[in-house]
């Protein structure tokens, strides 16, 4: 146990030292000004838009009701730029963990203390999963709150989905370290974003066979997202989020039409697990 | 305790694809023992030492450390390692480096600031204690390293070529910190191909040819075995060269040098005294040792051929 939290303590210092949490820090404040800007123009011209409407109460009413659901679109179009980055961020800690510190030879002194090998998949899998929760919440509360302090909306389901989306930033971290016990750093980034493109084309292939009501198409995607079913996480993330009219009507851009049911949560976590497994089963059986 | 080998391997073997890197390698080591480990290039030496630190997986053979089998937890908790190419945590300091190595060994901060402040002045980096190790030249890291392999007081440890990037000071130390464990009672597995600093330091020797142990030598017998003398004198007949036979073999007369193979030191004055009554002016006998050089050329073959 104690090893383990060395080998964490120890991937966070490299990520201080190595100057990544200062460039995440600095790109994600970046984002999320932009993002603010953006959404304040924007939102700007909507009040206008609705103050034209001001004498009929029903119009007002209808005037509402298109502002949330614009609102709701671009905070959802802001998460999902929040998804793309974070998981970039966990492909990219992760890709050179365990390949860099074996073709460095760095890690020949570590697992030769008196530890176990596991530790180390182990504490650095905790290590990134906490430096990933701290840029995704810098991120994503960074939008969310942008959003809130201009328009006073705030998403349901608020929780759910940055729990899904963050979890999606766990998968990805989790197959780019498991690709990274056995493949170099460029080779893991080369799997991890290809895997990625897999689901997110998978994802689309489902939206509209779903959409035209083809069923073989909408099979296609679901095979794509048991492959790798990142997507599938941010799929289910927007549906708890969007607006209960955009889901009744499959309108919101972001929202989504085939939603992956809580079953495919679950089956993520299995598949994250098993990654793992095999990850420190192949670092323990390995030369290094 | 005391009487379990050190390190102990039977038929320890390594292939990488097609090709054998260590082919049944047995050897013992005891306990308190500095043993040297010597061969060519690419002869398997250091996928020897990975093989018995558990982190290359023999193909087949077995080996204990300490009394446990390779890889076992209880025995890596007495053991030190300097890898060949000691590359480090570069974005840690000296001291940040040494803390990390020994909470690794799981040993606690008191007794481990201590130790630190030691060994920082034994290598000799005192100093540098909160310089990053980026800005460390090579010779630095490699004295770093050393530390490290020693921060738990190690009973056995394993040293690749621990002097390949030292100066001729560094190299001393190393010899010195050497010396040093093994009057500790420490014992000491150690690759090098500088064979005057193996001949110095070294209880045994095994030299490996092709992943095999082609030979095991005691270097204390280098000393008190059979030597050769050159002897430089004038008036040198046949006669008083053929007479050394007494006490010596493979004589070989050149003008005014004789050499020759003696079976033991005692016969140094009394050929010496022999030479005088024979009217002969003696100018030098000179004990010429074997050295460790012409051995290893001797066992491993001068072809060069990896
Ligand atoms: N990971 C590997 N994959 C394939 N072959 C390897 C690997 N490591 C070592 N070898 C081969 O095994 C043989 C022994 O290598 P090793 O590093 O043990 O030699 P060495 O005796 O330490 O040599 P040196 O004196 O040059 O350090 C060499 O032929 C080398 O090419
Ligand atoms: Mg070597």
Redesign the pocket.
């Known amino acids: 146990m104690n090893s383990i939290w060395t080998i964490t303590r120890m991937t966070f210092r490299e990520a201080i030292r190595r100057r990544i949490v200062l460039t995440g820090l600095i790109l994600g404040l970046c984002f999320i000004i932009i993002y603010a800007i953006g959404f304040h123009f924007i939102y700007i011209s909507f009040r206008g838009v609705e103050s034209t409407m001001q004498n009929a109460p029903s119009q007002q009413a209808l005037a509402h009701i298109a502002d949330t659901e614009g609102i709701n679109a671009l905070l959802l179009a802001g998460l999902y730029a929040v998804t793309f980055l974070s998981i970039a961020m966990a492909a990219l800690l992760a890709a050179d963990t365990l390949a860099g510190e074996i073709n460095s030879g760095t890690i020949q002194t570590i697992v030769t203390k008196p530890i176990r090998r596991s530790d180390v998949v182990i504490g650095k899998w905790l290590g990134f999963a906490f430096l990933l929760l701290l840029y995704f919440l810098l991120m994503a509360g960074g939008t969310v709150l942008s959003v809130f302090f201009q328009s006073g909306y705030a998403p349901r389901n608020l929780l759910a989905g940055m729990a899904l989306i963050y979890f999606e930033d766990l998968l990805v971290m989790s197959i780019s370290m498991a690709c990274s016990s056995f493949l170099s750093a460029l080779a893991t980034g080369g799997v991890v974003f290809g895997l990625y493109g897999l689901a997110f084309i998978g994802g689309w292939i489902e939206q509209f066979g779903a959409m035209i009501q083809n069923s073989t198409a909408v099979k296609v995607g679901i095979v794509a997202s048991l492959v790798m079913p990142s997507e599938s996480l941010w799929r289910r993330a927007a549906f708890e989020m969007q607006t209960p009219l955009a889901g009744a009507l499959n309108m919101s851009p972001f929202g989504t039409i085939s939603v992956p049911s809580p079953l495919m949560v679950g089956y993520t976590a299995a598949y994250l697990l098993v990654t793992m497994m095999l990850a420190i089963r192949v670092f323990e059986k390995r030369?290094l | 305790m005391d009487n379990i080998p050190a390190i102990e391997t039977h038929e320890l073997r390594k292939v990488?694809?097609e090709?054998a890197?260590v082919k049944g390698l047995t050897l013992q080591v005891e306990q308190g023992e500095a043993f040297g480990f010597l061969?060519p290039?690419?002869?398997?030496?250091?996928?020897s030492m990975k093989m018995l630190l558990g982190l290359i997986a023999p193909t087949s053979g077995s080996a204990s450390m300490l009394g446990s089998p390779i890889g076992d937890r209880a025995a890596l908790k007495h053991i030190g390692f300097l890898p060949?190419h000691f590359r480090f945590q570069e974005w840690l300091t000296a001291n940040e480096f040494l803390e990390l190595h020994g909470h690794l060994y799981g040993m606690d901060s008191n007794e481990l600031k201590a130790r630190i402040s030691e060994l920082l002045e034994r290598v000799g980096l005192t100093d540098f204690r909160d310089k990053l190790l980026r800005t460390f030249s090579k010779g630095m890291l490699q004295r770093i390293g050393l530390a490290q392999a020693l921060l738990n007081h190690p009973k056995l440890v394993f040293l690749d070529e621990p002097t390949s990037g030292l100066d001729p000071v560094g190299r001393r130390l190393v010899r010195d910190i050497i010396h040093e464990l093994r009057d500790e009672g420490t014992s000491v597995f150690l690759?090098s191909?500088l064979l005057s600093e193996i001949e110095v330091t070294c209880d045994r020797v095994a030299f490996i040819r092709h992943g095999e142990v082609a030979r095991v030598l005691e270097l204390a017998s280098l000393d008190t075995n059979q030597s050769d003398v050159l002897i430089r004198a004038g008036g040198l007949t046949e006669e008083v060269t053929s007479g050394l036979a007494k006490w010596g073999k493979n004589i070989q007369a050149n003008g005014e040098t004789v050499n020759l193979t003696i079976s033991a030191e005692s016969a140094l004055p009394e050929i010496t005294r022999y030479l005088v009554a024979k009217g002969v002016e003696v100018y030098a006998i000179t004990p010429q040792r074997v050295s460790l050089e012409d051995i290893f050329i001797e066992t491993v073959g001068k072809d060069g051929s990896l």
């Open positions: 030369d | 990488f694809g090709r890197a061969g290039n690419g002869a398997g030496k250091t996928t060949e690759n191909h």
